[in-house]
């Protein structure tokens, strides 16, 4: 398991991550606030403008302050240092 830091030292499992989206659309507006009806919203923006919804595989959808394209960036980097700790092993 690895941590995305997804703002302000919060973290979450790549594992469990779906996927990273905007919330401009109104799709996206509409199942966040189904979500927080629900309970299962996480508001990790500590007040700021909400720039990326995560949606996780346990049905949680994760607000971050983060754009998402930094946020699969930091994916990305974290999958390459996996790959390459897995070649130096083999």
Known sequence: MRL?????????????????????????????????????????????????????DSCHVILSAIQPETIASRHEAKMTVVEEDDENEG
């Open 4 to 56: 995305i830091n997804i703002g302000y030292g919060n973290m979450i499992s790549d594992l469990r991550l779906v996927s990273v989206v905007s919330p401009d659309s109104a799709p996206v507006k509409r199942l966040i606030q189904e979500t927080r009806e629900k309970g299962m919203l996480i508001d990790a923006t500590y007040g700021r403008k909400t720039r990326s919804v995560l949606i996780m």
